[in-house]
């Protein structure tokens, strides 16, 4: 995978299990007390490793940050690539609806998604994801998750599809902010909207 927030990649398998220790440590603290009062000091007291180690694998908290979203997006991706190999005659509106599925799952389950959700979700924060590749979006989970249903999925292509990828991540982010605005299980029936919507969405652009 390409390292967007890692100043040295580790090949080492005691280096690699370091770096995920700093992962695990920085995602648990972001629960706990949140992106403002997280500090690479912290975090490295709760990986068992010297700050130093910190800044000798990562460009400090933002590099963290970016790895960690990278790391959350491939986990995305994994769990889709197994929800779609249970489904038959997958259509782009259920597709949607799997998407928003398995986010919701990561955020209720996976340690500090709820946080890193591949941005920053204060109001005006900055996408923690490096820039996508294409030229009509920039933005690399639109891109991602675009080559993985047509790719792999076999998902017929769409019309402007990366700007449809992105509208419709635009969209389940505020939806899912709206949801679990109060509670870490999120409400049920603004999820519900949520997913209706993308449904809708994508059953029109899909025709």
């Not at 963290?64 to 991706?77: C, G, H, K, S, T």
């Amino acid at each position: 995978m390409t390292s967007h927030g890692v100043r040295r990649r580790p090949v080492q398998k005691r280096s690699i299990e370091r770096v995920e220790r700093i992962l695990d440590a920085c995602a648990g603290l972001l629960d706990e007390v949140g992106f403002d009062s997280l500090t690479t000091s912290e975090v490295a007291r709760r990986a068992g490793v010297p700050s130093g180690t910190v800044y000798q694998f990562f460009d400090g908290k933002p590099g963290m940050m970016r790895e960690l979203a990278m790391r959350n997006l491939e986990l995305l991706i994994e769990r889709l690539r197994r929800r779609a190999a249970g489904e038959a005659m997958l259509t782009w509106p259920r597709a949607a609806e799997i998407v928003i599925e398995e986010t919701i799952e990561m955020r209720r389950i996976v340690p500090g998604f709820t946080v890193v959700d591949f941005a920053d979700t204060r109001p005006g924060g900055p996408s923690f994801l490096p820039d996508g590749e294409t030229e009509e979006g920039g933005d690399v989970l639109a891109d991602r998750l675009y080559a993985f249903a047509v790719g792999e999925v076999g998902l017929p292509p769409l019309p402007d599809p990366h700007r449809v990828m992105r509208l419709a991540i635009e969209a389940t982010s505020v939806a899912l902010a709206l949801a679990f605005r109060a509670s870490r299980q999120g409400d049920p029936a603004m999820i519900d909207q949520g997913r209706r919507l993308l449904r809708a969405y994508f059953a029109d652009v899909s025709r």
